[in-house]
């Protein structure tokens, strides 16, 4: 069964260190979201990308946030510097289809990353 | 705006017995989606139903059933004799406006089931 694939699985970090987050999403899944989870909540919407393309990032703190998704596939998000309210879950998920279709598809988690920040 | 709300926070039952998790929604779009989510402590959450706004149809997969009501915006979750593996945090989830795509959350109802 096809999966979305997230590494690394736990990161600890100092704070004002750089963290990099990587996401290999489900094969031929033209979208993939970052959402961040904070203990004890639901995940909220980091960015989305259509193919390589940002659909989404309102919401990513881009003085210290990053992402790309430079082939279309698979992504990396980026923290620098880590502060300690960083300290989350990362998850990544991939749906089917473009963001312009007219449904919504479903979206499949993967795994997370679970950041510290010391 | 969209906005779900999880009133239960935690909930916990005794093995075999049923339990229903509660979502209520807010939105103002005519097409929605929800979907419920379990998310077992390794992390992963794991897609359990997706409803569009146009079908109030109930559903039943196993022991698990979904009782959507548009005149209350409720889609509710029942598990029928609940087993321990069911022991997770379940969120429940609204769509963006249509071709966005992105989900909002609830904040989650954690059931422990108790052998």
């Known amino acids: 069964e096809a999966e979305v694939a997230q590494s690394p699985r736990y990161k600890i970090t100092e704070k004002s260190q750089a963290v990099a987050f990587w996401c290999d999403p489900i094969?031929?899944?033209?979208?993939l979201y970052w959402y961040r989870q904070i203990l004890g909540q639901g995940p909220e919407l980091l960015v989305q990308?259509?193919?390589?393309?940002?659909?989404?990032d309102s919401q990513l703190p881009k003085d210290r946030f990053s992402a790309e998704r430079l082939k279309g596939v698979d992504s990396t998000l980026k923290i620098q510097p880590a502060e300690l309210g960083d300290s989350a879950m990362y998850l990544c998920?991939?749906?089917?289809?473009?963001?312009?279709?007219?449904?919504?598809?479903?979206?499949?988690f993967g795994p997370g990353t679970r950041l510290t920040v010391l | 705006a969209q906005k779900v709300t999880q009133a239960q926070t935690e909930i916990s039952v005794v093995e075999k017995e049923d339990v229903t998790l509660d979502c209520v929604y807010e939105?103002?779009?005519?097409?929605?989606?929800l979907f419920w989510y379990k998310q077992p402590p390794s992390g992963e959450l794991v897609f359990l139903i997706r409803?569009?706004?146009?079908?109030?149809q109930n559903e039943i997969s196993g022991r698990y059933s979904w009782n959507f009501q548009k005149s209350t915006s409720s889609f509710n979750f029942t598990i029928t004799a609940s087993q321990v593996v069911d022991s997770a945090v379940y969120f429940c989830?609204?769509?963006?406006?249509?071709?966005?795509?992105?989900?909002?959350f609830g904040t989650g109802t954690r059931l422990t089931v108790i052998p």
């Open positions: 998920a991939s749906s089917p289809t473009g963001a312009q279709s007219l449904n919504t598809d479903t979206q499949y």
């Open positions: 094969s031929g899944h033209a979208t």
């Open positions: 990308f259509q193919d390589e393309s940002v659909v989404d």
């Open positions: 939105t103002r779009d005519t097409t929605y989606y």
């Open positions: 409803r569009n706004s146009f079908d109030e």
């Open positions: 989830a609204l769509s963006g406006k249509a071709g966005a795509n992105n989900l909002f």
